[in-house]
């Protein structure tokens, strides 16, 4: 049987000498062509585990293979021609447009030195014309929206064409119409090219509408994995995010759908005019 595309193998994640692991034992994997959803309270461990998968903070223990290869092995150039990721840093200052911030995507390939090439710049309209960002390739950075800076970080990880894309809460400051086209797009990466993608998200249905698994960090560690309806359960829910939920299904699709219960109900009292 051929290796997965990604491959985290008894993981552990962490910063710094003598601060403890923020996640431990973590095992999974994604295919070629899945959407896998990183679902967890603050402070879970998400944004950590997709900058050790990304090989941008070395693991504490185990291994990140992609292909079957061990990425550290394989160097970080190796890694990056292969696995992009997409954070939320913002633009301090960046006196680059939006054009010069997408085309640093291509080095990945190209490396810093060289020119772009023709394929390099297609590369790059193809890339903004489907974030929808081509009308705006001219602006600087620092001058744009929070949601428009968001397209762009996804734009850049795009341009560089990865077999790996990792993107951490892409509609965070999203409105509800870009949230539904971002991970529209995720999907269409993932189903045309053959992508494997992992999402950080906050929006538990967001996850049920748009992943074909979900993994569940809480307590250090991978607290569930499966496909949603195994993991957005009142329980497993109701443990990882320490608050009562209800689950329901969608009635169109049939997913899960988790409505928020009030911890304390006001009383029903009538409505009275002065
Ligand atoms: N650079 C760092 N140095 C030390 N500890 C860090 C660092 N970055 C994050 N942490 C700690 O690691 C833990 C996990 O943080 P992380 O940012 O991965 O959580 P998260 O699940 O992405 O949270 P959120 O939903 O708020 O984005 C937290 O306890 C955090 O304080
Ligand atoms: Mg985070």
């Known amino acids: ?9 008894g993981l552990a994640c962490g910063y710094g000498r003598g601060l403890p692991d923020v996640l431990t034992d973590v095992d999974l994997t994604v295919e070629s062509g899945e959407v896998l959803a990183l679902l967890g309270p603050n402070g879970s461990g998400k944004t950590t585990l997709l900058r050790t998968l990304a090989r ?20 970080r150039a190796w890694t990056h021609r292969r696995v992009a990721i997409a954070l939320q840093d913002d633009p301090q200052g ?8 997408v085309r640093l995507g291509r080095a990945a390939h190209r490396g810093w030195w060289l020119p772009m090439t023709h394929d390099d710049g297609a590369v790059v ?7 929808r960002l081509a009308a705006m390739r001219d602006r600087p950075v620092d001058r744009l929206s929070a949601g428009e800076w968001q397209r762009v970080v996804l734009a850049q ?23 539904s086209e971002i991970l529209e797009l995720v999907d269409h990466l993932a189903r045309d090219q053959g992508l494997a993608v992992v999402v950080s998200l906050h929006d538990l249905n967001q996850a049920s509408t748009w992943a074909d698994r979900i993994a569940l960090l ?5 607290l569930a994995i499966g496909e949603p309806d195994a993991v957005l ?21 049939g997913t899960p759908m988790v409505l928020p219960t009030p911890r304390t109900r006001r009383p029903n009292e009538p409505v009275r005019m002065p």
Request: charged fraction near 30%; hydrophobic fraction near 40%; include cysteine.
């Open 94 to 101: 960046s006196r680059l447009t939006v054009d010069e911030v």
């Open 56 to 75: 941008l903070l070395p693991p504490r223990a185990g291994s990140v293979r992609v292909d079957g290869e061990d990425a550290w092995r394989r160097g």
């Open 1 to 9: 049987m051929s290796e997965p595309r990604l491959r985290a193998e």
């Open 218 to 222: 809480a307590e250090g560690r991978l």
């Open 157 to 179: 990880a795009l341009a560089q064409e990865p077999r790996v894309l990792l993107l951490d809460e892409p509609t965070a400051h999203l409105d509800w119409n870009f949230q």
């Open 233 to 253: 359960t009142a329980d497993i829910l109701g443990r990882a995010y320490r608050c009562p939920v209800l689950v329901d299904r969608h009635p169109l699709t």
């Open 125 to 131: 309209d193809r890339v903004l014309e489907r974030t």
